[in-house]
T-cell receptor
Framework: QKEVEQDPGPLSVPEGAIVSLNCTYSNSAFQYFMWYRQYSRKGPELLMYTYSSGNKEDGRFTAQVDKSSKYISLFIRDSQPSDSATYLCAMKAGNTGKLIFGQGTTLQVKP | DGGITQSPKYLFRKEGQNVTLSCEQNLNHDAMYWYRQDPGQGLRLIYYSQIVNDFQKGDIAEGYSVSREKKESFPLTVTSAQKNPTAFYLC??????????????FGPGTRLTVL
C-alpha cells in the first residue's frame, strides 16, 4: 500500500463547477500538507500549504485537512478552463525534509 | 528574477552514455532536490542536499550521482547503470529554515529520452 493515495482521474467538469480533489494517507506522523498544480510539460507550482488539521482559503481555492480520517482535500470554486492541469498532493512529517507525493489527479475544465 | 532554472529542456541519450542535467537557483535556498516523474506516477526522490558539500540518497538513487560544490548549483548525472532513464526530471529547492518552512519550489524540468 502506498503512503499517499490519489485518484488519477481524469476528472472532467463544466466551467463554473465546484471541484473536489482528494488524497488519503496512512502515516499518522504527517503534519505538513501541500497541493501543487502542474501544467503539461511544466514543473509543479505550489498552490496551498497547510499545517496540521483545519481549513485554509486562498481566493477560489480551499484546502482541508482531516488528520483523524487521514484525508485531505482541495476545493476549487467557479472552476475555469485555465484550471485544467494535474493536481498533486504532497505531505511530510515534521522531522524530515522528504516530501511524499500522490500520483496526481488530472483535471479538465470544459468551457 | 528569482527562480530555478534547468537545462536543457530536452535531452536525448544513447545507450551506455552518461549525461548531466543542470539545476541552478538564485533564491539563496539551502536545500536542493532531484525528482523523477514517470507518466501517471507521482514524484520520486532521487537525491537531496541540505548544505553545500553534503547530499543524501533518496528513494531511487541507483544509477544516478550528484554533486553540491556551490549553494546555487546541484547537477544530476544519469549514468549508464540507470536501466530505465527515460523520464521527466525535476529539480526543486527550499529555504530549509526548519520543517515548518520547508516548502519546495520546482524548476521547469528536463525531459530525458534514451534512444
Amino acid at each position: 500500500q502506498k503512503e499517499v493515495e490519489q485518484d488519477p482521474g481524469p476528472l472532467s467538469v463544466p466551467e463554473g463547477a465546484i471541484v473536489s480533489l482528494n488524497c488519503t494517507y496512512s502515516n499518522s506522523a504527517f503534519q505538513y500538507f501541500m497541493w501543487y498544480r502542474q501544467y503539461s510539460r511544466k514543473g509543479p507550482e505550489l498552490l496551498m500549504y497547510t499545517y496540521s488539521s483545519g481549513n485554509k482559503e486562498d481566493g477560489r481555492f480551499t484546502a482541508q485537512v482531516d488528520k483523524s480520517s487521514k484525508y485531505i482535500s482541495l476545493f476549487i470554486r467557479d472552476s475555469q478552463p485555465s484550471d485544467s492541469a494535474t493536481y498533486l498532493c504532497a505531505m511530510k512529517a515534521g522531522n524530515t525534509g522528504k516530501l511524499i507525493f500522490g500520483q496526481g489527479t488530472t483535471l479538465q475544465v470544459k468551457p | 528574477d528569482g527562480g530555478i532554472t534547468q537545462s536543457p529542456k530536452y535531452l536525448f541519450r544513447k545507450e551506455g552514455q552518461n549525461v548531466t542535467l543542470s539545476c541552478e537557483q538564485n533564491l539563496n535556498h539551502d536545500a536542493m532536490y532531484w525528482y523523477r516523474q514517470d507518466p501517471g506516477q507521482g514524484l520520486r526522490l532521487i537525491y537531496y542536499s541540505q548544505i553545500v558539500n553534503d547530499f543524501q540518497k533518496g528513494d531511487i538513487a541507483e544509477g544516478y550521482s550528484v554533486s553540491r560544490e556551490k549553494k546555487e548549483s546541484f547537477p544530476l548525472t544519469v549514468t549508464s547503470a540507470q536501466k530505465n532513464p527515460t523520464a521527466f526530471y525535476l529539480c526543486a529547492s527550499s529555504p530549509w529554515t526548519g520543517p515548518s518552512t520547508d516548502t519546495q519550489y520546482f524548476g521547469p524540468g528536463t525531459r530525458l529520452t534514451v534512444l
